[in-house]
């Protein structure tokens, strides 16, 4: 028996990862993104589909998790000064936009006949957006740390603290709930506060000494665990004091986001992110009851459509009303107009103190979840039927038939150095580069730069790739320059390849994408630093040059390792500042060795007789 309940618990973990790994990639190909992916498979193996599952609550509680370690990796980038910073965002826009999307969407469920209370219960629900979604997609789009991704980021942050009082209210407005005392209530905010006033304490002088210990000890699976430990912990914290999971993550995130193992703990939580993240969608896609559906469809559509324009009709409202231009009001609108997590705890708890029945909650929950399937769509849309920002080429010219023996793609402050001594020297060079700002600057410098994307098969051969002697790629993006490079390889396989690299990982992917020549941007300029500085302490110049050789050897060393065993590798070639353990140096020492005794003599001649 036991034997068949573990084979029954594993085919259900092998249906999830199978839902997962088939839809993801085919809706993504669609162009619909990897959320809609994950909630359309969990609607096809959920109870009310192919029913691998027949409860989906508990697999929601453990995906929730995913949400958790999102808002974690999200407070590790969010220093807090950066967060202080956004305080007039998060209690300025977010209060506002929480507030006149809540009585709009009230208004809506009034105008439809339903008493106040449970009007007011199922906007306010819809108000709190979905976390997950919205961030997920504003990170698929890299745009989490730009001003509008910031603001986003503060509203989202605003609503999550909303579900407190939310949740006090529910109890007001409940059958009876007058009877809770204005001490309780107090009792039940001061409970909140001194959780959040210990998390900060304890993240201030507890975590930074706790990881030191723990990093001393080299165990990386310890470490992983405190992570682990920190994430959940927090978030129960919160929890237990009547506050959001979710906040409690990204609070721990916020003090541990200027601590020196910040990366270490990102990258020890992300793949465990990544994982939850996307049960938590398919968590998702299982709860939408399609029998409720299908008995009040009408219903149901008619609100989940109600729903969306009003909320987001008091987006761009408020977001106009702040000064925010049309696109960006527009794209935020789009964004946050669907209802998301928070709304099941709102609605359980409703229909827990009799504000709704079972039959409502299910109907406010399956809108909630429609609306959320509806979401990627809607910005799918959304980017069809807007017009994409064009930036005028008025008096620039397209890369076309270009000639030159070198081609340099890329004119920043990298390409224009670069481009001196080949000019110098009477070369004929041909330049391009995609921002027209460059390029009409450029030309008041005496520069004749043609616009084009080098990542573009066809505008290579338009800007004479194939007919170069050399190609010196200089864009500033990693990934740009790494596919610039494949492409060319490719394409004109005896042309010779010069790239600048970003960083050091930047320079392993053009390796093996099979340059001639990579150049890290900083090297040489920071080995001539260090050497002034040398020089500027008092240092013999012939030995600053010794110095700087053994350098180059042991960063060559290192490179050759990394690109044998991977990133990590070749740690023995650096000199740290703690007394890392350093082998036999790279250069060759400046004098002879002697011997000091005649026994050391003796031993040095007889090794000297053997050899």
């Known amino acids: 028996m036991a034997a068949e309940a573990s084979s029954g618990d594993l ?13 993801v990639p085919i809706f993504k190909r669609m162009g619909l993104g990897s959320i809609l992916g994950y909630l359309a498979a969990g609607v096809v193996i959920g109870p009310f589909g192919l029913r ?56 809506v469920g009034l105008a439809g006949g339903f008493p106040i209370a449970q009007s007011f219960v199922a906007g306010a629900g819809f108000v709190l957006t979905s976390t997950a979604i919205v961030m997920q997609l504003i990170e698929e789009r890299g745009e989490i740390a730009t001003p509008k991704g910031q603001r986003i980021v503060s509203i989202l942050l605003l609503e999550d603290l909303m579900i407190v009082p939310l949740l006090a209210l529910v109890a007001f407005l409940a059958p009876g709930g007058t009877d809770t005392t204005v001490s309780q209530r107090f009792t039940e905010v001061g409970i909140g506060v001194a959780a959040i006033v210990g998390l900060v304490v304890a993240g201030r002088y507890l975590l930074n000494p706790l990881f030191r210990i723990l990093a001393d000890a080299r165990a990386r699976e310890v470490m992983t665990a405190a992570a682990l430990l920190v994430v959940l912990g927090s978030a129960l914290a919160m929890q237990l004091s009547g506050l959001s999971m979710a906040m409690g993550a990204f609070l721990a995130g916020v003090l541990l986001s200027e601590s020196t193992f910040r990366h270490q703990l990102e990258a020890d939580i992300e793949p465990f992110r990544g994982i939850l993240l996307g049960l938590f969608f398919l968590a998702v896609g299982m709860s939408l009851d399609l029998s409720v559906v299908a008995h009040n469809w009408r219903l149901v559509a008619i609100y989940v459509v109600a729903y969306m324009i009003m ?10 009303m702040l000064k925010s231009g049309h696109r960006e009001a527009l794209e935020r609108a789009v964004f946050m107009a669907q209802g998301g997590e928070f709304a099941f705890v709102l609605y359980s708890s409703a229909a827990a103190v009799g504000i709704i029945d079972g039959q409502a909650n299910a109907t406010l929950t399956a809108i909630i979840i429609i609306s959320m399937v509806l979401t990627p769509l809607a910005i799918a849309a959304l980017r069809y039927l807007t017009p994409r920002d064009e930036q005028s080429l008025e008096g620039v010219d397209i890369a076309d038939g270009l000639t030159g023996s070198v081609l340099i793609i890329g004119f920043g402050r990298f390409g224009q150095i670069a481009s001196q001594p080949l000019l110098l020297r009477g070369l004929d060079v041909s330049i391009i580069d995609n921002e027209v700002e460059m390029i009409q600057a450029a030309a008041d410098f005496g520069f004749k730069v043609y616009y084009g994307d080098g990542t573009r098969l066809d505008i290579l051969h338009a800007a004479g790739a194939g007919r170069a002697r050399a190609v010196l790629i200089c864009v500033d993006k990693p990934d740009a320059a790494v ?22 990982g930047t320079a392993l992917q053009l390796i093996r994408a099979g340059v001639d020549y990579q150049l890290r941007e900083t090297f040489e300029s920071a080995l001539v630093f260090g050497g002034s500085a040398l020089e500027a302490l008092g240092v013999d110049p012939e030995e600053v040059a010794e110095v700087i050789e053994d350098v180059r050897h042991r960063d060559t060393a290192r490179f050759e390792t990394q690109l044998a065993e991977g990133i990590r590798a070749g740690q023995r070639f650096l000199k740290g500042n703690i007394g890392t353990p350093i082998p036999t140096p790279l250069a060759q020492p400046r004098r002879a060795g002697r011997a000091l005794n005649e026994e050391t003599a003796g031993v040095l001649n007889k090794a000297e007789t053997k050899n």
Do not use: N
Request: with cysteine.
């Open 52 to 107: 691998v599952f027949s409860e989906s609550e508990a697999i929601l509680h453990v995906a929730e998790l995913g949400v958790v370690m999102f808002l974690f990796i999200i407070g590790l980038e969010m220093q807090p000064s950066r967060l202080w910073g956004l305080r007039r965002e998060i209690f300025g826009l977010g209060a506002l936009q929480v507030g006149v999307c809540a009585m709009l969407l009230t208004g």
């Open 11 to 23: 085919v259900q973990v092998v249906a999830l990862l199978a839902a997962g790994v088939v839809a």
């Open 483 to 504: 596919r610039i490079a494949q492409l060319i390889k490719a394409e004109f396989p005896l042309v010779t390849i010069l790239a600048r690299a970003f960083d050091r």
């Open 311 to 320: 909320k987001a009709l008091g987006i761009y409202i408020v977001a106009r």
